[in-house]
């Protein structure tokens, strides 16, 4: 079911720039901005779509038996539910923040769909390079490595450049009138 979004003005800092977006997915956010529940959203996709990586690992390592798949297949249950639950947040704050015009073009995506797809390919281009941003709570730090840039790590960042360059238009157009994001 379509809801309608909330009336009023949509301004410069209506949604947030690919700038604020890709420096959510890198830290978690500080400071006071209008649209700071989409960017730690944001930051929490990411999250966990390093937990589907690790969860994934596991199952394809050597020797995985059938209990630590069955326990792999609840953990990406768990961490699909969680991801749900971000894009269903972000599309939330998109009905009640960014005013749209009757007559403009529908978008095909939702606002928290299109960011959970740029932080797939966050972590898909960052684990290309051998870089993993996974917190490591019990030892309070975060593991990070690096490798040098292949062909597969050029293609992610390409792919996270082009989803960033139609994100940026994606608000332009919201902003101006010209296109509206559908919220369900």
Known sequence: MAAEYASGRIGSDGLPSVADLLQAFRA??????????????????????????????????????????????QLMDDIDDRRAEQVAGIDVW????????????????????VIDRMAAKWVAAQHALGISQINDKSRGHTTSRRREVDGEAHMHWVRL?????GYKDLIT????????LPVF
Do not use: K, M, Y
């Open 94 to 113: 998109v009905a009640g923040n960014i005013a749209h015009r009757s007559g403009a073009s529908l978008h095909t995506e939702t606002l928290g769909a």
């Open 161 to 165: 450049a082009e989803l960033a360059d």
């Open 28 to 73: 978690p956010v500080n400071g006071r901005v209008r649209h700071r529940a989409v960017l730690i959203a944001a930051h929490e996709l990411v999250a966990c779509h390093e937990r589907r990586v690790s969860t994934l690992a596991g199952v394809h390592a050597p020797g995985a038996d059938s209990d630590q798949l069955i326990r792999c297949r």
């Open 173 to 180: 157009d919201v902003a101006e009138h010209r296109r509206r």
